[in-house]
């Protein structure tokens, strides 16, 4: 732990208090998420070093980091401390972003510099400090302290030095200074301040003088300079690599600057005349010139080598606040790359930027500086440098952006991410036993047993909530608002213990935590958590092996038979090495730093997907990989980037570093040189997709066998075959094949250009190997698995197994060699996907947990349990594939006899038929992500219709962005189970007005969609999508007699069936005339 010990032997002042005892702080791992800012921000700092970022509100510091824009560390100020910019409140960051050190107004309403570490462990209290001064180099805080005891009554104030981190302090000192006193610490002597204070010590003398003083606290002396002035002077300037001060001893209203060189105690030579005084100065970075804004708006170069006059570089249009009220920007001036830079506002509230060598304006933005009102939250502006970078600034805005500005091109560099969580005003149980949520005029209903949530349209009842119930074990649960980190609590009663929280992050996501650090989150929400170590932000999927629990909160509640994996004695991080590269041709250098984890495999990926698990097998610091056999994986198009990456595990290789980006450029070969498609730089842009997709329900015997994974698989491979032939070349580039165990002759696939073969482990495997001697990098892979699976081995090492044909018990998995054999494990399928060019893969399985299907053999149903779903978590990321698989959130999932396919087949076919489409000018795309997440909100809707609830598993590979597989038009063909009738379209036209004036529409949709919700009692299905398979139009034209009663004319169209004419009867009353519309319609659909 760093502690602050003053050099002074006066400790009367310090207290150090521990309120957070941290264990294993450097390796302890927090999960964040994006977090909410209600209003402005009240404080804002950035470390010296440029890598943190603190702000303050709602009495709360945060830090956050400037590489990233995420949130790293957040935590309250106690509640009897005042922090406010009315009291002149000021905070400072630690120069290496380690903590924070601020003001606040103490019981004696004197003011304290209050010292907090990031890790929420309060360091200590200075006491009658208004502010402190960190030295240059960052490793000592100096203060000026209010001292009693002093030699008189301006004398009071003592200087005195904290160090940073552990030092020897000298022998005891009296060091005061005057209550005026400005302190501004050395750059080229840290233990040095110059002060600049008041020499008189008669306080009714109007006449002031003013003296230049040198504390050395090395040596424990101060030391005061000759002569006095007149005019308090100014330190405008402090040179980095001499002993001299530029100041200006001028009245306020003119300029007069000298050189003082603070070591020797002398001036040097007259600088100017300036044409007016200097508001900002900086020296060019070799300290021969001096450049300086002036309040007149003119910049100025003065040569300090010569003493020539400043000449007149550029004159702007300044704005300088004059008013009474608080003004938190100051102009600035920075060297860059690009040329002298100036940052100042050129009204009250225009910030502009001018590269002043070119005399241009760079970028401008809109501000807000000046506190009209007490209660006004202003933007807050802070140019900064960090080591080895372009100046930069940054700007926290009224409503709490965060943005960082490169200074001299503008362009925002980062964005800080907030905004999360929903904030809950109540939640409880509702009278169906489902956990609803209020916020804000919105209601949620989150169902415990499901873990579904699902956004309750407004208005909603206003229905009394019980805030404590009782679960199947016997236990009660209270559940409390957290108003603090906006968390509902579930709290077992009898233990008073925390048992996890859940966040609403927005209507359709949200994140459980254990305190033990298990979680588990909604697929939309896994996208913005992260973990931080000891202010190193580490992404999700580095620990999310360990303490991701699929149905966490079902497991926790009882309602899942599953038991929670145990993580005691895992909060120790082994950290991996710290990992640098550089590619030198066709070489990749990589070193590595060695951390407490020690060093673990490198692996290496291109575009995305793994090309070696382990490049450095031997365990070496440094050494160097042959990316020449990467180059089947690189794009062709000149525009294109190819992007080589590297991740570094530690010794035990649970844990692994973030992602190590390389932009790629190999040398282009000449014709003839390599051959086949893996070796050859030749190769057509034209992207192709292959399709290959396997159903098995067929098994050795008939215990295992099913009624339409085989069915399923012939229903995908013909779909994608006719979607994806009118985006692929017109069917030239797409290549279909079908492995099913229906018999050859029952296939249906005789007049299709779709390939068949048995759906054997052999003839899955040559498939896909076929296509990797053929595919390219701009091609795209889609495999489609339907049929038992099983998952086997421990916890972390679960592999999903997908059974085919020859299995015909769970008694012969057991037998390696049988799983060898007859099974399609999670690590064979990732070999083989991973070793095929195609950088845009897909993967899709309908499959069941076959242990669970032995156990219930006559219910036939299908599920995934949690191994499974960490299983093929752990795949999608080294394959850069898309993944969806069903089911997920209680392990059950019927094979959707109503409507004769699995419910995630049906739901994708039925996405692809327009319903799920991205729609354009040019057609109705069949996009990846969007298809997936339809699928993913449609199967537990139609699961629950059988009584089924099924909740498919959507996996995004980090690296990866959605693209399309098909495109929908009158053309496709996809055959699709539909029991049911479907009406797809309704208008009702008056036909005076050529308006539907009486809602006769809108009263049948909404008739119509009540109708839909019965599920398996539902007579019909209302879908709103046009060109809908066999799906029924009903249009209509009314009038409105003087009398008001309304005469129909109604027709129900299919197709290009002749139309059926409804007679329906007259009436004045719209709702009965919905009902006698509905009562005709419904005999009519089910007529053949």
């Not at 956050?64 to 560390?73: C, E, F, P, Q």
């Not at 200075?126 to 000026?144: E, I, Q």
């Not at 999310?544 to 929670?564: A, D, H, I, T, V």
């Not at 990992?579 to 060093?599: F, P």
Request: charged share 25%.
């Amino acid at each position: 732990m760093m502690k602050l010990r003053p050099y002074s032997v006066k400790k009367v002042f310090f207290l150090v208090v521990n309120v957070f005892p941290l264990l294993l702080a450097a390796q302890q791992a927090r999960l964040y998420f994006p977090q909410k800012l209600s209003e402005g921000i009240h404080e804002v700092d950035i470390s010296a070093n440029g890598t943190v970022i603190s702000t303050f509100m709602n009495n709360e510091f945060r830090f956050w980091d400037v590489a990233t824009g995420k949130l790293i560390s957040n935590f309250p100020l106690p509640t009897d401390y005042v922090f406010s910019r009315g009291f002149g409140s000021y905070c400072e960051m630690m120069p290496d972003g380690s903590g924070i050190i601020y003001t606040s107004v103490g019981l004696d309403n004197y003011p304290q510099i209050q010292f907090w570490d990031r890790d929420k462990q309060k360091r200590g209290v200075l006491t009658t400090a208004p502010r402190g001064y960190f030295s240059a180099d960052g490793n000592f805080l100096f203060t000026k302290e209010y001292d009693p005891g002093g030699t008189g009554d301006l004398y009071d104030y003592q200087i005195k030095c904290y160090p940073i981190a552990e030092r020897e302090g000298p022998e005891e000192s009296q060091l005061f200074v005057h209550e005026k006193a400005e302190l501004f610490p050395l750059p080229i002597h840290p233990l040095q301040v110059l002060i600049v204070e008041s020499d008189q010590e008669d306080i009714l003398d109007p006449e002031f003088q003013y003296s230049l003083s040198l504390i050395d606290f090395k040596k424990s002396e101060k030391s005061t300079f000759t002569p006095v002035f007149t005019h308090k002077p100014i330190v405008v300037d402090l040179m980095t690599t001499q002993p001299i001060a530029v100041l200006n001893t001028g009245e306020a209203e003119q300029a007069h600057l000298k050189l003082f060189n603070y070591e020797q105690g002398k001036f040097g030579r007259d600088l100017g005349p300036y044409p007016g005084v200097p508001v900002c100065t900086t020296l060019s970075p070799d300290e021969r010139y001096l450049y300086a804004l002036l309040d007149n708006g003119q910049i100025v170069q003065q040569d300090l080598t010569t003493g020539r006059p400043p000449e007149l570089l550029i004159e702007v249009d300044l704005y300088l606040y004059s008013g009474p009220d608080i003004e938190i920007f100051s102009p600035v001036l920075k060297n860059t790359s690009g040329g002298l830079i100036g940052l100042f506002k050129s009204g009250e509230h225009q910030l502009e930027a001018w590269n002043i060598d070119r005399g241009q304006k760079i970028w401008e933005q809109a501000v807000t500086t000046v506190q009209e009102n007490y209660d006004d939250q202003l933007d807050q502006i802070l140019p900064f440098r960090a080591p080895g970078r372009e100046p930069a600034v940054l700007i926290a805005d009224r409503q709490g952006n965060i943005l960082v500005r490169d200074l001299q091109s503008g362009r925002i560099t980062q964005s800080f991410e907030y905004g999360y969580p929903v904030e809950p005003r109540e939640a409880g149980l509702d009278p169906d036993g489902k956990l609803r949520i209020r916020a804000d005029g919105k209601q949620w209903s989150f169902d415990l047993p499901s873990g579904r949530l699902t956004p309750l349209p407004a208005p909603s009842d206003n229905s009394t909530l019980q805030h404590q119930f009782a679960l199947p074990d016997g236990r009660r649960i209270d559940l409390k608002i957290n108003g603090f980190d906006y968390s509902i609590q579930l709290v077992d009663q009898s233990q008073d213990q925390l048992l996890a929280k859940l966040y609403l992050l927005n209507d359709r996501e949200w994140v459980i935590i254990k305190p033990d650090g298990l979680f588990d989150a909604s697929p939309g929400a896994m996208n913005l958590l992260y973990y931080v170590v000891d202010l190193e932000i580490i992404e999700l999927d580095q620990l999310k092996g360990r303490y991701f629990e699929p149905g966490l909160l079902q497991k926790l509640l009882g309602y899942s038979p599953e038991r929670l994996r145990s993580v005691e004695g895992m909060n120790q991080l082994m950290l991996y090495p710290k990992l640098s590269a550089q590619i030198e041709g066709e070489q990749l250098q990589v070193q590595l730093t060695e951390r407490n984890g020690g060093i673990g495999p490198v692996s290496v990926f291109v575009n995305g997907k793994e090309v070696e698990r382990d490049v450095n097998p031997d365990r070496k610091t440094a050494f160097s990989y042959n990316l020449s056999g990467t180059h089947h994986l690189l794009l062709r198009h000149p525009d294109s980037t190819n992007i080589v990456s590297l991740r570094a595990f530690n010794e035990a290789g649970w844990l692994k570093g973030p992602s190590v980006e390389l932009v790629y450029r190999p040398a282009a070969r000449a014709k003839g040189n390599g051959s086949g498609a893996e070796n050859s730089w030749e190769a057509s842009l034209d992207p192709k997709m292959y399709v290959v997709s396997i159903g098995t329900s067929d098994y050795n015997g008939d215990q295992l066998d099913l009624q339409f994974a085989a069915q399923d698989a012939l229903a995908m491979a013909k779909a994608l075959q006719s979607v994806g032939a009118n985006l692929f070349a017109n069917g030239d580039s797409i290549e279909v094949h079908c492995l099913s165990t229906v018999p050859a002759t029952e296939t249906g696939l005789e007049a299709t250009p779709i390939h068949w073969q048995f759906a054997s482990k052999a003839n899955i495997e040559s498939t896909l190997k076929d296509i990797r001697r053929r595919a390219k990098a701009e091609d795209v892979l889609l495999v489609y698995l339907s049929g038992h699976g099983l998952t086997y081995g421990a916890s972390e090492a679960a592999q999903f197994y997908y059974l085919t044909h020859d299995v015909n018990s769970e008694d012969m998995l057991s037998d390696p060699d049988a799983r060898a054999r007859y099974t399609v494990s999670t690590e064979e399928l990732t070999a083989w996907l991973k070793d095929i060019a195609a950088l845009k893969q897909v993967l899709i399985i309908d499959a069941c947990n076959s242990g669970k299907v032995i156990d219930n053999l006559t219910s036939t149903t299908r599920s995934l349990n949690s191994s499974q779903i960490r299983a093929l978590d752990r795949m999608k990321d080294r394959t850069g594939t898309f993944i969806l698989s069903g089911s997920a959130a209680d392990k059950v999932s019927y094979e959707a006899s109503e409507y004769g396919q699995g419910l995630l087949t049906y739901a994708l076919l039925q996405g692809m038929l327009g319903v799920a489409t991205r729609n354009t000018a040019d057609g109705d795309y069949v996009d990846v992500m969007k298809l997936f997440q339809y699928a993913a909100d449609e199967v537990p809707r139609l699961a629950t219709s059988i009584n089924g609830i099924q909740s498919p598993m959507l996996g995004f590979p980090s690296t990866g962005a959605s693209f399309d597989i098909g495109i929908f038009d009158e053309r496709v063909d996809i055959s699709i189970g539909n029991k049911k009738p479907v009406v797809n379209w309704i208008r009702f036209l008056n036909r005076e007005t050529i308006t539907d004036d009486q809602g006769i529409e809108v009263r049948l949709r909404e008739k119509l969609a009540r109708e839909t919700e019965k599920g398996k009692d539902a007579d019909l299905l209302f879908v709103e999508i046009n060109n809908y398979p066999n799906g029924y139009t009903l249009n209509g034209l009314y009038s409105v007699d003087a009398r008001g009663i309304i005469h129909t004319d109604i027709r129900l169209i299919r197709g290009n069936e002749p139309p059926i004419i409804l007679e329906v009867e007259a009436t004045d009353d719209v709702e009965r005339l919905v009902q006698y519309i509905f009562r005709k319609v419904k005999p009519m659909l089910h007529q053949e």
